[in-house]
């Protein structure tokens, strides 16, 4: 499958350098972005300081643009997830997306309403473990 983010042509809103914005298609919900890389990257660790620069430029800008016009809030992430095929919801080319959030919105009451059952308390144990790949 060929690489829809390295061609984005007529969909490109906002660029800079390194990095450019389109909305995302298909999305979750209005006004649902994606801030992407211009270079091929499949792995975030492969991103290098100045793509990253370029792309949190591009999301700070997005998140001044959605907050009081299409949302009180937004969720910005980043998934690798190497183990799924590419597909129509899955490009294997690192984005951020940048998402308009509001107080019980579509995606709060349709899939993170359980989200709360999902937490657990972080015991001593853990902490030390997991705290040990950053050393």
């Known amino acids: ?40 990257v499949e792995k975030p660790t492969e991103v290098t300081d100045e793509e990253i620069t370029d792309i949190f430029k591009l999301v700070k800008l997005v998140q001044e643009k959605i907050l009081g016009v ?19 919801t899955k490009v294997d080319h ?17 899939v993170e309403f359980n989200d709360a059952a999902l937490f657990v308390d972080l015991d001593q144990n853990e902490h030390d473990r997991i705290a040990k790949l950053l050393e």
């Open 1 to 40: 499958m060929d690489c829809p983010f390295c061609e984005p042509k007529e969909r490109v809103l906002k660029e800079n350098e390194r990095a450019y914005v389109m909305l995302s298609n298909p999305r979750r919900m209005e006004g649902h972005f994606l801030i992407i890389p211009k270079r091929h």
């Open 70 to 88: 299409l949302a009180d809030g937004t969720d910005v992430r980043q998934h690798y997830r190497p183990f799924l095929p590419q597909g129509r």
């Open 94 to 110: 690192v984005h951020y997306h940048v998402m308009p959030r509001n107080f019980k919105d579509r995606m709060f009451t349709e």
